[in-house]
């Protein structure tokens, strides 16, 4: 049963920031899709950042151009790069993986983005 880590959230200025980093518990290769969702208090969780098997990626548009999902297959992690940040990326932050048949998450890490 796979295992997911989500690590690197904490407070940060606006304008800054920050790397998140989601560590499986066993090889990335046998998933269709890794990525993130956000989640603020008495919201659903929201797509942030998506790679389609292995090739194509996906963002929200408040995403776009600020954000850069990425993915190292021998370390089994999956990476979320976030600059430029603002308060309202404020949100507890989930990483999750894909495959037919099954869906993982993480336990989220919070991120706040004081102005």
């Known amino acids: 049963q796979v295992q997911l880590v989500e690590s690197g959230g904490g407070l940060v200025q606006a304008g800054g920031s920050l790397g998140l980093s989601c560590a499986a518990s066993?090889?990335?290769?046998?998933?269709?899709?890794m990525g993130w969702y956000r989640q603020t208090s008495g919201k659903q969780r929201d797509l942030v950042a998506m790679i389609i098997r292995d090739t194509v990626t996906h963002y929200a548009d408040f995403a776009e151009g600020r954000l850069t999902i990425s993915r190292d297959n021998a370390k089994n992690t999956v990476y979320l790069q976030m600059n430029d940040l603002k308060p309202e990326d404020t949100a507890v932050y989930y990483c999750?993986?894909?495959?037919?048949?099954?869906?993982?998450w993480g336990q989220g890490t919070q991120v706040t983005v004081s102005s």
């Open positions: 999750t993986v894909e495959r037919v048949g099954d869906a993982y």
């Open positions: 066993e090889s990335i290769f046998r998933f269709n899709n």
